[in-house]
C-alpha cells in the first residue's frame, strides 16, 4: 500500500561558534552526502555510452 511520511525540519535563527564547527564536519562525513537515486544512475550510465 502507499505510506505516508511526516518530516518536520527545524531551522535554528542562529548557530555559537561550536554548532557551527560541529556542522563544518559533519559537512566532511561521508554519511551526510546525499545518495544518488535511481534516475541519476540511469541517466550516469547512459553519459557513459557516449564518453
Known amino acids: ?5 511526516n ?8 548557530l555559537s561558534e561550536s554548532e557551527k564547527k560541529s556542522l563544518a564536519e559533519l559537512d566532511k562525513s561521508d554519511n551526510f552526502q546525499p545518495n544518488k537515486t535511481m534516475k541519476e544512475k540511469f541517466f550516469d ?3 557513459r555510452l557516449f564518453d
Open 1 to 5: 500500500g502507499d505510506l505516508l511520511v
Open 7 to 14: 518530516v518536520s525540519v527545524y531551522v535554528p535563527e542562529s
Open 45 to 47: 550510465k547512459f553519459r
